[in-house]
C-alpha cells in the first residue's frame, strides 16, 4: 500500500496541480492579491493566498481524493473544472 501512495501521489497532484493553478492566478489577479503559496506535504497539498488557506488536495489511495475549498466563490469554476470520478470537491465548511 506504502508504494502505491508514493507512485500515486505525483500523478493526481499532476492531474489536479495546473487547474488549480490557473483559476488561482486569475483570481489573485482580479483582486490584486499577492501571489500563491503552494505547500506540498503527502499526502496533502495546500494552496494559499496572503497566507489565508484557499485550496487543499487531501490524496487518499484507494478511494477519492477530495479538494476542499475554502472561498465558496471558486467552488462551482472548480467543480466544473476537476471534473473526475476519482474527486470529492466540496466546501471546507459545509462539506458539499
Same mark, same amino acid.
Given at each position: ?13 499532476? *492531474? ?24 506540498? @506535504? *503527502? ?20 478511494? *477519492? ?10 467552488? @462551482? ?8 470520478? *476519482? ?10
Amino acid at each position: 500500500m506504502a508504494d502505491a501512495t508514493r507512485d500515486g501521489f505525483p500523478r493526481a497532484v499532476a *492531474r489536479v496541480a495546473p487547474v488549480i493553478d490557473e483559476v488561482l492566478g486569475a483570481f489573485a489577479a482580479s483582486y490584486e492579491l499577492a501571489a500563491i503559496q503552494r505547500r506540498d @506535504a *503527502r499526502p496533502t497539498v495546500t494552496w494559499a493566498i496572503d497566507n489565508e488557506l484557499i485550496v487543499e488536495f487531501e490524496f487518499h489511495e484507494p478511494g *477519492r481524493s477530495v479538494v476542499r475549498v475554502h472561498d465558496i466563490s471558486l467552488l @462551482a469554476q472548480l467543480r466544473r473544472r476537476l471534473r473526475s470520478k *476519482r474527486l470529492i470537491i466540496e466546501h471546507a465548511l459545509t462539506g458539499q
